[in-house]
């Protein structure tokens, strides 16, 4: 790697951080709007934000707190959906200052987020804790403010505007998988098969007794697990 | 909804942790790259399969009938493969489904 583009200045990283600010304030503009539609405490919803930092994560625990779902399946779903960030940890290590400490990481740490990740991977040589201490301010500011607008904005929308946003959350997440699915034939095969077994556990009888935070993890692990022995990833992944 | 509030911590809590967990282990556990295209694939996948299992038929049941929701499933999915924004698709299904339930 270039160690001559180390790249350690705060600013810069402020300066990077506000395209991905921008774009969260939209987003948890969303979350906090739904979470109070679900009759969430707007505080609750800026505590997941400022405590989580993770979109799908917090809409998935948005519905299984608002369904009072078990704490072990809270973990469980969390878990499997984030576990997409060790990945990115591990890549990200590789490209951080050799000489940082254990502590500074885990501060940075706790920012890794997809869109963070992508902008600090891309830069060219190695990056400093300064660097991404200001590439993490932006977004983790705007995702919190976001959060507290919707949630703000949430409370005075009449009831039939509350309504229709039931599917808001279920927008968000087509609109995430389908451009991915279409630009990917495993990623489609992935989804398909995920989408067959989530319905086959809601409709079977027998099958449909299994409770939501399972199901969800039974047939995401099936599904990824039956994509990644049909297409393995033998190149660079992210 | 009514949960108290030492549930509603305890399960802020948990999320909190579990999602630290899972950016701060790993480099704590191990110092190298995964190199297992498996393991590598399967991580790439797991994000998909999970909102895709979370979307349907979830999204039947998200709105006051299957109609209204059916309507906004097509507006998103057309929207979305024309890659709109994530908030343009959202707020599209939601216009889609509030105008869906006046009529029907």
Known sequence: MDESSYQNNFKQGLRDGVPIGLGYLSVSFTFGMMAVAAGMPALCAILISMTTLTSAGQFAGLSMIVASAGYLEIALTQLVINIRYSLMSLSLSQKLDRKLKTLPWLGISFGITDEIFAVASTKSGRVGSKYMTGLIAVPYIGWALGTALGALAGSFLPAMVQSALGIAIYGMFIAIIVPAAKKSFPVFLVTAVAVILSCLFRFVPGLNQVSGGFVIIICSVAAAGIGSLCFPKKEELL | ?104
Do not use: H
């Open chain 2, 1 to 104: 909804m009514n949960i108290p509030t030492s549930q509603l911590v305890l399960s802020v809590a948990i999320m909190a942790v579990v999602t630290y967990l899972t950016r701060s282990l790993p480099l704590t556990l191990f110092r190298r790259e995964i190199k297992n295209p498996y393991i590598r694939a399967f991580l790439e996948y797991i994000p998909y399969a999970v909102l895709g299992a979370m979307t349907l038929p979830d999204i039947f049941f998200s709105t006051s009938s299957i109609w209204s929701a059916l309507a906004g499933l097509t507006v998103a999915m057309i929207l979305s493969y024309r890659e709109k924004s994530l908030l343009t698709v959202a707020v599209a299904a939601c216009a889609v489904v509030f105008v869906a339930e006046r009529f029907l």
